[in-house]
């Protein structure tokens, strides 16, 4: 992400111009619509081909306020790692543990949504953690260590989803449900970029159809409604 560079950059205790309220739920507030913007613009564009300008300029916060909100760039860039992982974490939630549903059919109903969403922003926007991954040799080096834990941590509920499949006989005994998450995730990131690059569903159509022909080689007999 660029930075905003002007002719000679106060430091933030001394800079005027542009200072936020004292008031602190508005301070919150502000800080807020910050991570917001940040996170739907880096779903579409790089980190390092951003501007804080573009993002100061959306919700209209002067350029001067920056660091009053966030102590360095790279301090922005984890916060907005930590609010898109929260973010998607509870839609995982949301779907993947879903009693309602078959465990494998929340699954696909994930996917579906996820299509959707990628459809209804015309496919501009991919996935925050997959769009830094493939910047990663132009990030600061601590970002690495904290995009490997959003995937491992929806690695893990994603695998947890598998096992209540396993233990209602979705699953065979002998699958290997953390492998299978792992395959899901690393497949699932390749399609988003693809269908992103596309502007298609179609990549997402077809890593699912392959994850669960894939799972099939596992499953028991079971009804197709019932998946």
């Given at each position: 992400m660029k930075p905003s560079e002007p002719s000679k950059r106060a430091s933030p205790a001394t800079r005027a111009r542009g200072r936020p309220p004292k008031n602190e739920a508005s301070h919150g507030e502000t800080r807020a619509s910050l991570i917001r913007a940040g996170v739907a613009i880096l779903t579409?564009?790089?980190?390092?081909s951003v501007g804080l300008d573009e993002i100061l300029s959306s919700v209209s916060v002067p350029k001067?306020?920056?660091y009053y909100y966030f102590e360095s760039k790279a301090a922005f860039g984890h916060a907005l790692i930590d609010a898109y992982a929260d973010y998607f974490a509870r839609k995982l939630d949301h779907w993947l543990t879903n009693e309602a549903r078959?465990?494998?059919q929340r699954l696909k109903d994930f996917i579906e949504d996820a299509k959707e969403g990628m459809a209804r922003h015309?496919?501009?926007?991919?996935?925050l953690v997959g769009n830094l991954g493939q910047e990663m040799?132009?990030?600061?080096e601590p970002f690495r260590a904290q995009l490997v834990a959003v995937l491992a941590d929806w690695q893990m509920r994603t695998a947890r989803c598998l096992r209540q499949a396993q233990q209602e006989q979705y699953l065979a005994g002998d699958a290997d449900c953390e492998r299978l998450a792992a395959f899901f995730w690393i497949g699932w990131e390749g399609a988003v970029l693809r269908a992103k690059l596309e502007h298609s569903a179609e990549p997402l159509d077809t890593f699912a159809d392959g994850f669960f022909?894939?799972?099939?080689a596992h499953s028991h007999r079971r009804p197709a409604s019932s998946v």
């Open positions: 579409e564009k790089g980190y390092s001067g306020s920056f078959a465990p494998l015309g496919f501009r926007r991919g996935c040799g132009a990030l600061p022909s894939a799972l099939s």
